[in-house]
T-cell receptor
């Protein structure tokens, strides 16, 4: 599958700060997904994006599907300690390429009170 | 609770043991997946089943043997594993793929089985 470049690799911030992370690919995707994984758990879907330029929010989280279809970003506003975890981006091209999601390596987020 | 249940949550096994991981989904999905998650690596897709048929096998060694008896259950049979196989094994499921429709492919993950091979 395609390797996604996710950055930053890790972030250490104070409660209340805003966070931004992004993901780029050498190939275009039709779907971008953002997941969060907490220790001892599997990834949980946060936001799904299906159209280039689409901007979608889920509470304090906002994600955008890049116009070129090769990138996406996730922003978290006013971070709180429970935002701690690893955030993964995942991309998928349409059905002819099968069912595989391509994942980034993750952004590890630590939030101090 | 994501609707995907994996058992056991933790497993320690010797290299000569045979064990099985189990995954069950209660979401009415028709596609199921096994992933391997190792430290500092992206999730590695191992197997995909769609309507109980295996559609992808990403060059996984034969010491890993999947089984999908129905759309709700997925197993991963383990035999003669190596220490480098120690990892978190994640199961996921996704909705039925509609013919001619956009493949949205949202995958829902279980909590994983933490496997240690000694």
């Amino acid at each position: 599958g395609q390797q996604l470049n996710q950055s930053p690799q890790s972030m250490f911030i104070q409660e209340g700060e805003d966070v931004s992370m992004n993901c780029t690919s050498s190939s275009i995707f039709n779907t971008w997904l953002w997941y969060k994984q907490e220790p001892g758990e599997g990834p949980v879907l946060l936001i799904a994006l299906y159209k280039a330029g689409e901007l979608t929010s889920n509470g304090r989280l906002t994600a955008q599907f890049g116009i070129t279809r090769k990138d996406s970003f996730l922003n978290i506003s006013a971070s709180i300690p429970s935002d701690v975890g690893i955030y993964f981006c995942a991309g998928h091209f349409n059905s002819n390429s099968g069912y595989a999601l391509n994942f980034g390596k993750g952004t590890s987020l630590l939030v101090t009170p | 609770e994501t609707g995907v249940t994996q058992t056991p949550r933790h497993l320690v096994m010797g290299m000569t043991n045979k064990k099985s991981l189990k995954c069950e989904q209660h979401l009415g999905h028709n596609a199921m997946y096994w992933y391997k998650q190792s430290a500092k690596k992206p999730l590695e897709l191992m197997f995909v089943y769609n309507f109980k048929e295996q559609t992808e096998n990403n060059s996984v060694p034969s010491r890993f043997s999947p089984e999908c008896p129905n759309s709700s259950h997925l197993f991963l049979h383990l035999h003669t594993l190596q220490p480098e196989d120690s990892a978190l094994y994640l199961c996921a499921s996704s909705p039925r793929q509609l013919a001619g429709g956009l493949n949205k492919n949202i995958q829902y993950f279980g909590a994983g089985t933490r496997l240690s091979v000694l």
